[in-house]
C-alpha cells in the first residue's frame, strides 16, 4: 500500500510538473501566436494595398503618387524596414473610376489581405472604398483627396496628411479678391471631386458677403474625357474674368488651350489634384499664367530637409527629373506612415496604428508638420499658391 502510494504520488506530481511546463509554454508561445495573427503583418513583412489609376487619362497622378510612396519605403526596407518588417505596397489600376475602385478594395482585404489601405488616388475612387475599408476596420490612410465628404464625419480609421479643397478653394478667392477679379466661373467634374470643389469655393464666398466676387457660371466636364465643348459655350458666354477649374489634368489643359485659342484673356484657377507638371506639359506656353493651389511643399524647393531628402532618393534611383507633385504627396504621407508604425512598437495591430497615428501631434517630417488627434485625422492645412510661367515651369 504504502509502494503504491508512493507511485501514485510521483505520478501526481510528474502530471503537475507537466501542466505546469504546458502553461509556462503555452505563455511564451501565445503572445507570438498573437503577433502573427493580424492581417497584412509577417515576421518580416507589412502588407499595404493601393486603388490609384495606373492607365487611362489620370494615369499619371496614380503612377505619381504610387512612386513617390514607393520611393520613402524603399529607401526604409534598404534600412532593414521597421521593427524588422519590409513595408510592400500593392497597387491595382482602376482607372479614375468608382466601380472598379470597389472591387480593387474587396479583393486588396478579402483575398490579398493587407494591413491598411494607403495612398488611394481621387475622391470618387476614395468615396467608392471608404465604406468597405471602414465596415472591415481597415485604416485607410493618405488619399490624394481633398473632399470634404471623406473628412467629415470623422472616422477613425481615415487619416489625411493634406489640406482639404475648402482650405484650397478658400486660397484661390483669396487670390482673386486681391487682384480685383469678381465674375468667375466654375468648370467642374460632374463626379465626387469637381463637386466637392465647387462646393468649398461657394463656402468660401459665403464666408465673405462683401467680397464683390460672385459665380457666374457653373458647367461640369465629364471625367475622363477631353469632351469640354458644352462648358466651354456655357463658361465663355458668362464673360467671366476668372475660371476655375477642378478636373485632373487632361480636361483641365484641352479647356485652357481652346478658351486661348477663342481669344479669352481672362485667368484660370486650379486645385491641386488638376496635376500640376502633367497640366503645365498639356498646356505649354498656352498655361502661361494658369494658377494652381498646392498642398504639398514645392518638389524641387531644396530649402526644406524633407524637399532635400526627396531629391536625394531620386537622384540616387536614376530618376533626378521626375519630380513631381503627386510624387513627393506619396513620399510625404508614406513618411507620416512610417512615424506611425514606428510608435505603434513591434506587436502591430491595426488599432495599435490608430492609436499611434492620434499621438502625432505637431510631428515635424523635414519642413512639413503634421498634426493628428483623437478629434482629428486631418494631418496639414497647409496650402499655397503656384504658378506656370510662360516656359512651362511651375514657380511659387
Do not use: W
Not at 540616387?316 to 504627396?329: H, K, L
Amino acid at each position: 500500500m504504502q509502494r503504491e502510494s508512493g507511485v501514485k504520488g510521483r505520478r501526481f506530481a510528474g502530471l503537475l510538473a507537466a501542466c505546469a511546463i504546458g502553461t509556462v509554454a503555452a505563455a511564451i508561445i501565445a503572445p507570438s501566436i498573437a503577433r502573427a495573427a493580424e492581417t497584412g503583418v509577417s515576421a518580416d513583412t507589412i502588407l499595404l494595398g493601393q486603388s490609384a489609376a495606373l492607365t487611362g487619362p489620370t494615369a499619371v497622378l496614380g503612377k505619381q503618387m504610387h512612386a513617390g510612396a514607393r520611393l520613402y519605403f524603399d529607401h526604409i526596407n534598404q534600412q532593414g524596414g521597421v521593427f524588422g518588417r519590409r513595408i510592400e505596397l500593392k497597387a491595382l489600376d482602376d482607372y479614375y473610376e468608382p466601380e472598379a475602385a470597389a472591387k480593387n478594395t474587396q479583393a486588396l482585404i478579402e483575398q490579398d489581405r493587407v494591413f491598411a489601405l494607403f495612398g488611394y488616388v481621387g475622391t470618387p475612387t476614395s468615396q467608392a472604398a471608404l465604406p468597405i475599408a471602414t465596415q472591415a476596420k481597415v485604416p485607410f490612410f493618405g488619399p490624394f483627396t481633398g473632399a470634404e465628404s471623406l473628412r467629415q464625419p470623422h472616422n477613425r480609421y481615415v487619416f489625411h496628411v493634406r489640406a482639404g479643397y475648402n482650405e484650397e478653394t478658400a486660397a484661390i478667392l483669396r487670390q482673386i479678391r486681391t487682384t480685383g477679379l469678381k465674375r468667375v466661373a466654375v468648370v467642374y467634374n460632374d463626379d465626387g471631386y469637381g463637386k466637392a470643389g465647387l462646393s468649398g469655393l461657394e463656402r468660401a464666398l459665403a464666408a465673405e458677403p462683401d467680397s464683390g466676387v460672385q459665380i457666374v457660371a457653373r458647367e461640369t466636364v465629364i471625367r475622363n474625357t477631353v469632351e469640354i465643348g458644352d462648358a466651354m459655350q456655357g463658361a465663355m458666354k458668362a464673360k467671366p474674368d476668372a475660371v476655375v477649374m477642378i478636373s485632373a489634368y487632361a480636361t483641365a489643359g484641352a479647356f485652357v488651350k481652346e478658351a486661348v485659342r477663342r481669344g479669352y484673356t481672362g485667368q484660370f484657377y486650379n486645385v491641386s489634384f488638376v496635376g500640376t507638371q502633367a497640366l503645365a506639359r498639356s498646356v505649354g506656353p498656352l498655361g502661361s499664367g494658369v494658377v494652381i493651389s498646392q498642398v504639398m511643399p514645392h518638389p524641387g524647393n531644396a530649402t526644406l530637409p524633407v524637399v532635400r531628402e526627396y531629391l536625394r532618393l531620386l537622384q540616387a534611383a536614376g530618376r533626378q527629373n521626375e519630380f513631381d507633385y503627386a510624387s513627393i504627396e506619396g513620399f510625404i504621407s508614406a513618411k507620416a506612415f512610417v512615424e506611425g508604425l514606428r510608435r505603434a512598437g513591434k506587436d502591430l495591430t491595426r488599432d495599435r496604428l490608430v492609436t499611434a497615428l492620434e499621438s502625432m501631434r505637431n510631428v515635424d517630417l523635414g519642413g512639413f508638420i503634421v498634426n493628428f488627434s483623437p478629434d482629428s485625422h486631418v494631418g496639414s492645412k497647409f496650402v499655397e499658391m503656384t504658378v506656370i510661367n510662360s516656359r512651362g515651369t511651375v514657380i511659387r
